[in-house]
């Protein structure tokens, strides 16, 4: 049995697919939560939850750690590096990285190619400029060195004052927020499922991640065929391999390109079950240049939906909690006796059903389920309506 390394900034996915696998996993995050230790062989922690920011020397030392292992096969990259794309370089020098190098992400994370690559290739995208416009009235500021949308703001005076130098700007488009998860291995792809992104506004930011449902199975095949044809294009464009996602805004039957996530995505959740072996190995393979057989489905498979549930004020999570909230089915369950501060995330909640609205209204009344436990029963209520 092999020994494999997988880093995020929350591992618990990657490290449950991993063991799925029949990996020892060693599990590298900021939170080491209890399901994300249950999974793993060893947990070592790579940064503190309150900054979402991988340590450098944390991260580093947890490799060489890793690397006395004889059997280990390598690390995988999940979401946290998007700042510090170097540390994929740096990884890479202590153990092999499964998944796409520093060269890659940062083509694909540069704005000024990212979109001119869509714009050569035809595939539709919002107007995009790296100049804050003359009227930011209906401008969105953005940066591709984070994830999960926690960077994108309206381009008010307030905001677009402190943005990043790797900032830029883009018309706000109304529609839904969509995704396509993708394997990829030399310079093709496979579609595995397009979800439906829960988004919605945390505090002053007004477009972060909260969740995903999916698969969304009622788009019309030539759109789905449109989606692939692009995964395909843009894999071939920026030599993609692996786990990716390609975001996108659904207007009716058409789609506009936001941005392409070359790691594992979160959305991973929603499908691991369908592959014996997981996702994960899923990703080494297809790293090795192997893709797997097409996933079919037929009407009566289930959609699958998580939600992120955000404390709503200050709480610890005691050991009754913790029992509760596993009892429950919730995920990335915190340690016992962890002080979680005012917005931070408290766990995950999953749903599933034939319908897509019943996965919604049981993450949002799994959601009120864990708020009233680990917080005030009103305030709860407050906020599942």
């Known amino acids: 049995m092999s020994t494999l390394v997988v880093a995020a900034l929350s591992a618990r996915l990657l490290a449950q697919s991993a063991q799925r696998a029949g990996w020892r996993v060693v599990a590298l995050d900021l939170f080491g939560d209890v399901d994300t230790c249950a999974a793993a062989d060893e947990w070592h922690s790579i940064g503190d939850p309150a900054t979402l920011r991988v ?30 794309p170097d540390l994929l370089d740096a990884g890479a020098r202590v153990l092999p990285l499964l998944g796409n190098d ?8 540069d704005p000024r190619r990212f979109f001119a690559v869509l714009a050569e290739r035809q595939i ?30 309206r381009a008010d005076a307030t905001h677009v004052h402190n943005a990043a130098p ?46 995903a449902v999916g698969p969304v199975v009622d788009l019309p095949p030539s759109l789905v065929s449109d989606l692939s044809s692009t995964v395909d294009t ?34 991973m959740a929603l499908y691991d079950h369908e592959f014996a072996a997981g996702l994960i190995k899923v990703h080494v393979d297809a790293c090795a240049g ?16 998580e939600r992120i549930v955000f404390a709503t004020g200050a709480c610890v999570v ?31 909640v999953s749903a599933s059903d034939v319908n897509p609205e019943r996965v919604r209204t049981g993450l949002a009344q799994q959601e009120a389920t864990v708020l009233a436990m680990v917080q005030n029963r009103n305030e709860a209520h407050r906020h599942a309506s």
């Open 234 to 267: 843009l894999v071939q464009a920026f030599g993609l391999r692996g786990l990716g996602s390609l975001d996108f805004i659904l207007h009716g039957d058409t789609f506009t390109v936001l941005e392409v996530n070359a790691r594992p995505s979160a959305t």
């Open 55 to 84: 340590d450098v020397d944390l991260f580093l030392a947890a490799l060489e750690s890793a690397r006395a292992k004889a059997d280990c096969i390598g690390w995988i990259a999940g979401a946290g590096f998007e700042p510090r």
């Open 102 to 109: 520093r060269a890659t992400i940062e083509r694909l994370r």
């Open 124 to 153: 539709p995208h919002p107007e995009t400029t790296l100049d804050l416009p003359a009227q930011p009235l209906g401008w969105l500021v953005k940066d591709f060195a984070t994830s999960g949308g926690w960077h994108v703001r």
């Open 166 to 211: 790797s900032a830029y700007f883009q018309r706000e488009l109304a529609g839904r927020p969509m995704s396509v998860l993708f394997i990829a291995a030399d310079g093709r792809s496979r579609t595995i499922g397009v979800n439906e992104m829960l988004v919605r506004a945390h505090g002053a930011r007004p477009f972060v991640y909260h969740g």
């Open 318 to 348: 005691t050991s009754a909690h913790v029992q509760r909230l596993l009892a429950l089915g919730c995920r990335d369950v915190p340690q016992p006796d962890s002080r979680i501060a005012p917005g931070a995330p408290l766990c995950t």
């Open 290 to 305: 192997v893709l797997p057989q097409a996933v079919t489905r037929n009407a009566s498979d289930r959609v699958h939906g």
